[in-house]
């Protein structure tokens, strides 16, 4: 199948978030498994020429390559563009991001032609590349070259929409009849993810459980409703973790190597993380590990509020991350209140990251909702044991073999996740065997990518 993967970010070329490490590296994994894959994003300011062997293709297009031979092509615009940031500036949203975005999806599918590149499926990311799936149904309809495509619309985080004042409807170059309750329009708003829900051919999102909670009113997000109507092409495909990256067994950044068959060799990284950390250098103190954004939705309040229960227990708490000012606050006072339980790193910093998911016995992942989440299969990869909610991702991906869950999102049942962890850590005999059925789990994006692969066969046939 030819495969045309349109996204506003990509690894190694542009990134804020999980999206771009998706983009990335899903079309390697398609590649191995014999499938033409070609990437379509935009030209950013940090997308360089000899950092990344650029070259021209026309007067407004340029293209790289990854993997064995995926063309990625960059739409040329530098008023669009070439800006310091993709999305936002200290300011805020950019003002014209609505235009940025439509200007991307007609460019991409116009350069579809040029390049005589007859898609099969068209695989759009998010609310930035939703439109696509609109024009390819209402502008480009009548094309004979595109009438064979299909569009596959990942939601990667329904949150994020790509919400913009009614008045920029005409802005887009379509019928007025679009904007209206069973098109485009979202309460007086252009709503672009909504677009792309109604006109793509088949949606999914990066976790089975997810696809249901977004039919549902508390995680829909206004458009529950609307995809409950589409749930019969509507599924779920968990994301995959990049191995070449995230393995204890070839991981530089850690203190010393380790697999499934030498986990003692872990507890190493964990007296390297506990002297990095000024933590006292004690074996039997459960670690706790976090390395995340810091935001509410991220369970940073339902932490806070136990904070008190976990020093009682006499464990360790490792953070990483940065994020809203309030929390960067409230944890600092937490650390001046326990200085000798946690150790409170507010930056970025990947190569602790990579120490605190060797060298932490429990790794903690509290959102009050996750799409998929890639902290928890990192951690079962290094059996750092998780300890999550369950909801999205995290309940299709931990379960009592290989971690530790709570239902109710309250302070009461996390602690009583936090004590059933901690009794289990002092068992050794059961907790090696919960450690080896954590690292012997297999998230791959090859596992991914066969899955997604049924999923552009069935929209193909549709």
């Not at 996204?7 to 390697?28: C, Q, R």
């Not at 739409?75 to 003002?95: A, H, M, Q, T």
């Not at 976090?290 to 509020?305: M, W």
Request: hydrophobic share 40%; net charge positive.
């Amino acid at each position: 199948m030819k495969i045309a993967m349109l996204a506003s970010e990509a690894v190694p070329f542009a990134k804020t978030g999980g999206l771009a490490d998706v983009v990335g590296a899903l079309p390697l994994a398609l590649e191995d498994h014999g499938q033409e894959v070609i990437i379509i994003m935009p030209r950013y300011k940090c997308v360089k020429e000899r950092k990344f062997s650029v070259s021209r293709v026309s007067k407004d297009i340029s293209s790289a390559k990854i993997g064995k031979g995926i063309k990625v092509y960059f739409i040329e615009n530098d008023p669009y563009f070439n800006r310091e940031g993709l999305y936002v500036d200290k300011g805020g949203d950019y003002k014209d991001n609505l235009e940025r975005f439509a200007f991307f999806c007609r460019r991409s599918l116009d350069l579809f032609k040029e390049i005589n590149f007859r898609a099969d499926i068209l695989h759009l990311h998010d609310w930035q590349a939703s439109l696509a799936a609109v024009y390819l149904k209402n502008l480009y309809s009548k094309d004979h070259f595109y009438s064979g495509m299909k569009s596959i619309l990942t939601i990667h985080n329904l949150g994020y929409q790509g919400l913009f004042p009614g008045s920029e409807f005409a802005k887009l170059g379509l019928e007025n009849s679009l904007f209206s309750v069973s098109g485009l329009e979202f309460y007086n708003r252009v709503n672009l993810l909504k677009g792309g829900i109604i006109f793509s051919d088949f949606i999914n999102t990066v976790s089975p459980t997810y696809a249901k909670e977004i039919q549902t009113e508390e995680l829909g997000f206004g458009l529950g409703g609307l995809l409950k109507q589409r749930k019969d092409v509507l599924s779920g495909i968990i994301n995959g973790l990049d191995y070449s990256v995230w393995d204890p067994v070839m991981d530089k950044f850690i203190a010393q190597n380790y697999s499934v068959r030498d986990i003692e060799d872990k507890s190493l990284n964990k007296e390297d993380l506990q002297a990095r950390c000024a933590l006292a250098v004690n074996k039997d103190i459960p670690v706790f590990g976090i390395v995340s954004r810091l935001v509410e939705a991220k369970g940073f309040d339902i932490l806070l509020r136990g904070l008190e229960e976990i020093n009682k227990i006499g464990a360790q708490l490792v953070i990483l991350g940065m994020g809203e000012l309030k929390y960067h606050r409230l944890l600092e006072a937490a650390k001046k209140k326990y200085p000798k339980m946690i150790s409170l790193n507010l930056k970025f910093d990947d190569p602790l990251a990579h120490k605190i998911y060797a060298g932490s016995d429990i790794f903690f992942m509290l959102s009050k909702y996750e799409p998929c989440g890639l902290g928890q299969l990192i951690s079962l990869r290094y059996g750092s044991i998780p300890l999550v909610f369950k909801t999205g991702g995290l309940a299709d991906t931990v379960d009592k073999d290989n971690g530790f869950l709570f239902t109710g999102y309250t302070k009461a049942e996390f602690i009583r996740a936090v004590e059933k962890a901690t009794v289990a850590f002092k068992d050794k005999m059961k907790w090696a065997s919960l450690i080896k059925n954590a690292m012997k789990c297999n998230f791959s994006w090859e596992a991914s990518a066969g899955k997604y692969i049924q999923l552009y066969e069935q929209a193909k046939e549709k």
